[in-house]
């Protein structure tokens, strides 16, 4: 029987929640504790306080079993465990550079908690430039006189299929000051059958910054190339087909359509090109990987005005809410600038989103919610696709066409099958 370790977790938002069920699901004994007492309540009560497949059953599991507890003292979250994880969020701020305040909080809070002489492992899983935890989490430990060992774990979930991440990680990234720490955390993650790289801390911060960069740099050249591939009036699948020939080119996440979103991949792009620019070297290229996302989603509304002319007065119908399928995150969907845009031009709004309405409705409150598919499309003029919900993957023409005044559609997320839309004025980035 694996050793079973006692954790606690820092940050019960979705990084520390969906690490503490899968770290409970996988035998170890975890504590939980977040400064959020109405956070604390919902998780205690099997809640989470946001949508992600699976994790609702997995917390009641974990909770019925009693491998999982929250806490409602950082005391208890410390003194009880032996390897604390920091997963609290790391935000932008208004100038790009990342917010260290909560993790400087977080981390002074458990080191004033530790009070006795127990070596504990303190493990940074938040997003934190290369760097951040030498000088901002080890000078709060060192001062507080505790002996510690620390290490950063950087986390790879995606929204909407985060606990399938963290239950089975595709690899481990464990930046550690020794190779005791090494130790500990390798038997921690002895279930997982992943590659494990073992560095130093701020090679592992670096990681996953660089694995962000690049993702959302696919992203911005896939909507280049499908931007372009529309000029050249190909279609990109057929082209992105030739392209993955090259074994040197892998065709995943080349997906164009209006844009990233989500908390990640603007927040993490934003903080490298303000961390670069302050330590003299600017991040042109990440720029315009920034640049070409903002501009990205005025492609679908262009579409509409060619083939609608003005706008004002139309009803669009705008399907997907949140930044993408299978989750009820809002942040920085594409969709808000879409809404906004078209009502700018004077355009009637429908929205709809399986799971993000309350969300979404704080945002563009002059966006009409309505609550199917075809409540959006009933009598519109146009619609834009913008989260690859598997609701929406089977529409056809006959939906389109049985549905709206003028069959006009852009699918923003590259998810309709192009084949089954005879009749309808159907286009796609690229
Ligand atoms: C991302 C990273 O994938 C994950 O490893 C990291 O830990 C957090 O950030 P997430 O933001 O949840 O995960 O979503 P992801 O599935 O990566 O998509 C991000 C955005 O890019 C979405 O808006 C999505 O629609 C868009 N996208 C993704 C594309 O436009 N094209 C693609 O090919 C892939």
Not at 46 to 69: D, I, N, T, V
Not at 179 to 197: E, F, H, M, N, Q
């Amino acid at each position: 029987m694996a050793t079973v370790a006692t954790v606690a977790i820092v940050g019960l938002g979705p990084v520390g929640l969906t690490t503490a069920v899968a770290f409970a699901s996988q035998g170890h004994r975890v504590i939980g504790f977040d400064i959020d007492e109405n956070r604390r309540a919902e998780v205690t009560q099997g809640k989470p306080p946001f949508y992600e497949k699976g994790l609702e059953a997995g917390l009641k599991k974990a909770l019925r079993q009693k491998r999982l507890s929250v806490v409602d003292r950082m005391d208890d979250a410390v003194r009880g465990s032996g390897i604390i994880f920091l997963c609290v969020g790391t935000p932008s701020k208004p100038d790009g550079s990342m917010d260290v305040g909560p993790l400087h909080d977080a981390a002074k809070s458990v080191a004033t908690a530790w009070r006795d002489e127990k070596t504990r492992t303190v493990v940074v899983k938040s997003t934190v430039l290369p760097g951040t935890a030498e000088s901002v989490v080890r000078p709060l430990l060192q001062a507080a006189g505790v002996p510690f060992r620390i290490a950063v774990n950087p986390e790879f979930l995606r929204e909407g299929r985060a606990l399938e991440d963290a239950l089975r990680p595709d690899r481990i990234i464990l930046g550690v000051d020794s190779p005791g720490t090494a130790r500990i955390l390798r038997a921690l993650y002895r279930s997982s059958r992943c590659p494990v790289l073992v560095t130093d801390l701020r090679t592992a911060e670096s990681v996953k910054y660089a694995t962000n960069a690049l993702l959302a740099a696919k992203v911005s050249l896939a909507n280049e190339l499908a931007n372009l591939c529309d000029g050249f009036g190909v279609d990109y699948d057929e082209v992105l087909r030739g392209v993955a020939l090259d074994p040197r080119i892998n065709p995943q996440f080349l997906v164009p359509g209006v844009g990233f979103g989500g908390s990640c991949f603007p927040k993490d792009v934003r903080a490298l090109v303000a961390s670069g620019t302050a330590n003299g070297y600017r991040p042109e290229l990440l720029e315009a990987v920034l640049a070409l996302n903002e501009r990205q989603f005025a492609r679908a509304i262009a579409f509409l005005e060619k083939e609608l002319g003005d706008l004002v007065g139309r009803r669009i119908a705008l399907l997907g809410l949140a930044f993408k399928g299978n989750t009820d995150d809002v942040r920085e969907s594409r969709a808000v600038p879409i809404a906004r845009e078209l009502i700018a031009k004077g355009a009637i709004v429908a929205g709809y989103d399986p799971a993000a309405m309350k969300g979404f409705s704080k945002l563009v409150p002059e966006v009409h919610l309505v609550n199917s598919v075809e409540e959006a499309l009933k009598g519109a003029d146009g619609c834009i696709l913008q989260a690859d919900w598997p609701a929406f993957s089977g529409l056809t023409a006959k939906d389109f066409r049985g549905l709206m005044t003028n069959p006009v559609v852009v699918d923003g997320r590259r998810i309709l099958d192009p084949k089954k839309m005879r009749g309808v004025r159907f286009h796609r980035i690229g």
